[in-house]
């Protein structure tokens, strides 16, 4: 048994760096086609990197349901992760309340972030529909758009955020 568990957690050890490095881009080679398009996920405030596709509210109530509320608590109040809509407290209050709704400068971050990194336990799952139907319920719950608004690549960047001009541009480009 010993000599079973010692032959195999050295395979472990000797495959994984092999398979890492296989997997891996090598220095001073440009790395491949399929890699760079899945890390090229970037949207801008603009909206530049948005998707086709779309989704309401109504929609995105369900997607909600079923892949966020478990986190982030009844229409996104906060649960075990962050609230995301619901703030009783403004940005300048003792203890404030930094939903989507008083905090995010651009709507945009909303798709960009639940796309690369929620729901948090499976990244990946939503497609774009879904994407477009969840990030505008976060910004109906917030009172940003009506339940039956299409979302979608050019309504999206045009949602004013309560909170965009809260932040200082600390890039000075070079003159
Ligand atoms: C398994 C738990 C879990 C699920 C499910 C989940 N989240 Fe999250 N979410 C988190 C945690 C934890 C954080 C904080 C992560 C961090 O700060 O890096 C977070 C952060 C966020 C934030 C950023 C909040 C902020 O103000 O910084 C957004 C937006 C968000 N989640 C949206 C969603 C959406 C939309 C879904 C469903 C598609 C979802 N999450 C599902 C756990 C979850």
Redo the contacts with the bound molecule.
């Keep these: 048994m010993f000599m079973r568990n010692l032959f195999f957690s050295l395979a472990v050890f000797v495959a994984y760096p092999v398979l890492a490095v296989e997997n891996s881009p090598k220095l001073g080679k440009s790395a491949p086609q399929t890699l760079q398009k899945n890390w090229n996920l970037d949207i801008f405030p603009d909206g530049t990197g948005l998707p086709a596709g779309s989704g309401t509210a109504a929609q995105g109530k369900k ?2 349901q079923q ?2 509320l ?3 608590g009844v229409d996104g109040t906060g649960d ?3 609230e ?1 809509a619901g703030a009783k407290h403004g940005l300048t209050d003792t203890v404030p309340d ?3 709704g008083t ?2 400068p651009y709507a945009t971050t ?1 798709f960009d ?2 796309r690369r ?5 499976a990244p990946g799952v ?1 497609n774009n529909d879904q994407l477009y139907a ?1 990030t505008a319920y ?1 910004l109906y719950l917030n009172h940003l758009v009506k339940e039956t608004e299409v979302i979608n690549a050019s309504t999206l960047p045009k949602v004013k955020m309560p909170n965009r001009d809260g932040f200082i541009n600390s890039y000075q480009p070079k003159k």
């Design positions: 997607v909600y892949y966020c478990s986190c982030h075990s992760a962050d995301l930094k939903t989507i905090y995010w909303i972030f639940t990194a929620m729901p948090l336990n939503l969840v976060l």
